[in-house]
């Protein structure tokens, strides 16, 4: 251990995996792939067996944590859709419909008032340079910041509705069972 790391504190950016056992790293360096990579590539970077990296890999298709590409060679990459749909089914089981349903209000309220700010529906449809040029109050900073959170809000109170639509069909279920 460096002299500048502390024991309790996160492991260094440039060692994430270190303590992780193989399996681990290579779900890590999964989660860090914005695009298609080998399996010798993902070893690499989890510093693993390239044939350890395949079993995993393998394994994670199979569950549909990463999306295999057949090819020479043959690719993985992040299903994303996997992790909305974890996302959700966790929001689902962690709070309850009214909580999920303030949520929604919340982020909804949220969103009408950048509609309102913008005079736009999307935050795609606002020319940050222009609301900057424009605005006394805001800077082009705040504008991107301002559009930043305005599209997580978005898709946010999607998750959350997706979240409050299965907890509200889950209870159905349980009440009529």
Not at 28 to 48: N, Y
């Amino acid at each position: 251990m460096s002299n500048t790391e502390s024991p309790d504190g996160p492991p260094s950016f440039e060692d994430a995996f270190r303590d992780d056992d193989v399996e681990q790293r290579i779900y890590g360096t999964i989660l860090q792939t914005r695009e298609p990579a080998t399996a010798s590539a993902i070893a690499e970077q989890a510093e693993c067996d390239p044939k350890t990296a395949r079993k995993y890999l393998g394994w994670f298709s199979d569950l549909g944590i990463v999306t295999r590409h057949d090819g020479h060679p043959t690719t993985y990459e992040r299903n994303d859709a996997y992790f909305q749909w974890r996302r959700i089914n966790q929001l689902a089981a962690e709070h309850t419909i009214d909580e999920l349903q303030e949520h929604v209000r919340n982020l909804t309220t949220r969103i009408t008032d950048y509609e309102d700010t913008y005079d736009a529906t999307t935050p795609a449809a606002v020319n940050a340079v222009d609301a900057a040029e424009t605005s006394d109050e805001r800077t082009i900073d705040d504008v991107y910041s301002d559009l930043a959170d305005w599209a997580t809000a978005r898709d946010e109170r999607k998750r959350y509705e997706r979240a409050r639509q299965q907890r509200a069909g889950a209870d159905t279920d349980q009440a009529s069972g």
